[in-house]
Structures are given as C-alpha cells and as structure tokens.
C-alpha cells in the first residue's frame, strides 16, 4: 500500500467530499494520510507523495505571517529529506499562477500564444496606483481598450481574489483598487469553458460567463467570477442582450484546447490545474483569461478514479527512474573498480627499472587508449 500525505482546507475537502472517497483510494492502493503541517512531518511518514492546496498558507507566509511560513517551509524540509517524495504540485510552480501579472507574462511564453496562433492572452498590465493620468499612460502603452476587467495581483488564497470590476470609460479609472491587473475584456456570448488538466488528461465544462459589452458611457460594474461562473447560474450580467441571441454558438474545438493544456502544462510543470477559455464572437479566437492551482473540478466525472490513476502513474514512473538510477549507479561503480591502475609486482632483480604502469583497455576504443570512466546520461476526458 502507498502511502499518500495530503493537506487540502476544510472548505476544499468539502467540495471536493474528498475523506468520503478513502475506500477509492483504498481500492487503488493508496492509503491517504491527512497531514498536520503545523508539525514536522518526519513521524507522520514515510511518504511516497505528498497532495496539497497550500495558496492560502503560500499568500500569507509571503506577506510575513510565521505559521504560514513554518507549514510550507514544514512540507520543503520533508522534500529537501526525502528526495524520493513527490510534490503535487511543487510549491515553485503553483508561485508562478498567484501573482496574476506574473501568470499571465508565463502565458505568453508558452509556444502556442504566439502572434500567428488561434489562442492568445487578452492584452493585459499591472496597476499600482490610483492616479488616472498614470493608469492611462500604463493602459495605453500596453494596449488595453475599454472595457476592460480589474482582477486583484493576487489570484489565489483568499475571497477576494475573485473580486473583480469593469470598467468601460476614463471616468471609471477612479475606480481601480490597486495592486490590481487589467485585462482587455472580449465578447464571447456569455460562455466561459473551463479546461480541467488532470496529469495527461483534460476535460472540458462550459460554464456561465459575462455577456457582451461595449465601451460606453456607463458606471463601473462589480461582480464576484465565483458566483458569475457557477453553474445554472441566474444573473443579470451572464443574460445575454436580444440583438446577442441571434449569434451562431460557438462549438469549442477539443484539440485546439488540448493543445493549449499540454502547453500549459509543459510550461507550468504541473499535475494539476485549471484553465479559463473564452472564444471572442467576432474572430473566433481563444482568449485564455485565467490559470488556476488545483481547482474544484466540477463537472468532471469519476474524478477521485482518474485522481488515483494520476497519482499511482506518478509513483510508478519515480520507483522506474529511481531503480535505473540504482542500476546506473552499480555500473559506474563496477566500471570504476574496473579501470583502476594496476601495478605490477617487480622482482627484486629489477629493483633498478622504472615501474611500469598498465591500463586496461575497452574493447571499442583505439588501440593505446585509457578506459574512460563512466559517463552516466543526463538524466469526458482525453489524453493529449
């Protein structure tokens, strides 16, 4: 039986009825470990991998709060002492998606984003102060148009995270709450696809979204993207206008959004997160608006099996690289062992002679050449 630490809040756990499904885990081979991270880790082991939302303890420890800082810092020493741990998801790469700015630079690194591609990252920029003739500066050089999304700098680890505002003209400029990014907001009838990565796999749930606007001479709008996205949901901002109903939906095509999750993915090196989609009305390009860690996964059906299926893949392919390792290890050994210097006993009669050095030599190299020494290489849902 594995054995799987993981940590997750209690509101996670809920939605996810994550202690409810042990007997899956169980069935799968794994036994789950809740983990108190307040503690050292080290008599609650030994672990074979550990599962965690750690967002909120990441936020807080980075804005000075000790217990945050000695929880994570509780799960790296763990890692740092047992190399043979694996980390769902590695604290590095979750850092990269909670500052928004930062996410969304990552995007557009990825290969897939480039200029000529069909998927794309609305024009974005970071806001840092109140002043309106600073923010237009900010807003023109970065080609961000009206309207356009306020989003919070931090993407993840609290409510308001989830706070958000548009605002659609200069006068709504003294609206904008630092430290904030604004997006370019894009037309895309009211439908957001969220594009659930579990490891290879990725599964795609429509969800509601903002309807269409228009730059005008109107007052800021502020709304919550939890509760505008939940699914069934009824809210003035998600009700499309009549003249928007006469468009043609748009069916998402998967392998474009497959693609765009391996790429994510590759860059991210992460097992698990989620993906905010938007298909613009007018060019029918993809808008990715958001990345988020280790998200609900609503909609995904039998996700505890796949989850387990992750998790055992994981582990398989770490004993694999970990018994080659060993393999390798015992052949560089055996052939440092095998070109060491030899030399030869002289009999007393040549006491005088220089003593002579022997090497032995490979089979494959030049005649007269040393044994070099080892050299050690260096090292529903749909699968992309």
């Known amino acids: 039986m594995r054995r ?16 409810d499904q042990i007997p899956t885990f169980r069935d799968a081979g794994i036994e789950l470990v809740k983990l108190n991270i307040d503690k050292s880790l080290e008599l609650q082991g030994p672990f074979d991998l550990i599962l965690h939302k750690c967002t909120l303890f990441m936020v807080d420890a980075e804005d000075g709060d000790e217990q945050s800082l000695d929880a994570i810092n509780n799960i790296k020493e763990y890692i740092s002492s047992h190399p043979d741990c694996i980390l769902v998801d590695s604290f590095e790469s979750i850092e990269k998606l909670i500052d928004r700015h930062e996410q969304y630079k990552l995007l557009l690194q990825c290969n897939l984003l480039k200029s000529e591609s069909v998927v794309y990252t609305p024009t974005f920029v970071e806001l840092s102060t109140k002043d309106r003739e600073t923010n237009k500066q900010r807003l023109h050089e970065a080609e961000v148009k009206y309207p356009f999304v306020c989003k919070p700098i931090v993407a993840h ?36 696809y969220k594009v659930f990565v579990i490891g290879e796999k990725h599964h795609i749930v429509e969800r509601p979204s903002i309807k269409n606007f228009a730059a005008m001479d109107r007052s ?20 499309l206008d009549k003249e928007d109903l006469l468009r043609t939906p748009i069916t998402p095509d998967d392998e474009i959004l497959g693609d765009l999750a391996n790429a994510v993915r590759r860059e991210l090196k992460m097992e698990l997160f989620g993906i905010d989609v938007i298909i613009d009305c007018d060019t029918k390009k993809y808008a990715v608006i958001d990345i988020n860690a280790f998200p609900g996964y609503e909609g995904v059906e039998n996700f505890m099996e796949i989850l387990c299926d992750l998790l055992n893949s994981l582990m398989d392919k770490n004993n694999k690289v970990k018994t080659e390792n060993e393999r390798l290890s015992r052949k560089r050994s055996e052939s440092s062992e095998a070109g060491d210097i ?21 089979p494959d190299t030049h005649e007269g050449d040393m044994l070099l020494p080892w050299k050690q290489p260096i090292n529903g849902l749909l699968e992309h």
């Open 157 to 192: 680890g609290s409510s308001a995270s989830h706070k958000m505002a548009i605002i659609f003209n200069e006068q709504g400029l003294d609206d904008i709450q630092p430290p904030c990014v604004a997006q370019t907001f894009h037309n895309h009838n009211a439908v957001l």
């Open 220 to 239: 800021t709008i502020y709304f919550d993207s939890n509760d505008v996205s939940k699914p069934n949901c009824a809210n003035f901002l998600t009700e």
């Open 342 to 362: 030899k030399k030869p006993k002289l009999s007393n009669g040549n006491s005088g002679l220089q003593p002579a050095v022997c090497f032995e030599r490979n």
């Open 4 to 19: 799987v630490g993981y940590w997750l809040s209690e509101k996670k756990k809920k939605r996810l009825n994550f202690e």
